[in-house]
């Protein structure tokens, strides 16, 4: 099984930058990519941004030029950096695992952390 754990969300001005981090624990080899999701009140779950095994990303187009992920395999770890924030990217942000476990794909998610900008 593998546990995820996000940290770094809060309260930022408009135009400011945030650095979300996710600990991952567990059957760390089984993981095949992480994501960032968010979900703001009334709509629903997005990813913002993703990274392979490989070392391969993607971003919404709301976050690319914005928002970096970023990985560190020796501690574990998953970013993403968020700057030039806005209100819009207000919403509870959400780490996921996508776990390949032998033929069987899975996913698990973080408990969520919260980002809110103001204007």
């Known amino acids: 099984q593998v546990q995820l754990v996000e940290s770094g969300g809060g309260l930022v001005q408009s135009g400011g930058s945030l650095k979300l981090s996710c600990a991952v624990s567990?059957?760390?080899?089984?993981?095949?990519?992480m994501g960032w999701y968010r979900q703001a009140p009334g709509k629903q779950r997005e990813l913002v941004a993703g990274?392979?095994?490989?070392?391969?990303?993607i971003y919404a187009d709301s976050a690319k030029g914005r928002f970096t992920i970023s990985r560190d395999n020796a501690e574990n770890m998953v970013y993403v950096q968020m700057n030039s924030l806005k209100p819009e990217d207000t919403a509870v942000y959400y780490c996921?695992?996508?776990?390949?476990?032998?033929?069987?794909?899975?996913?698990?998610w973080g408990q969520g952390t919260q980002v809110t900008v103001s204007s």
């Open positions: 990274i392979t095994s490989s070392g391969s990303t």
């Open positions: 996921r695992a996508e776990l390949r476990i032998g033929a069987l794909d899975r996913h698990v």
């Open positions: 567990g059957s760390i080899l089984s993981i095949i990519a």
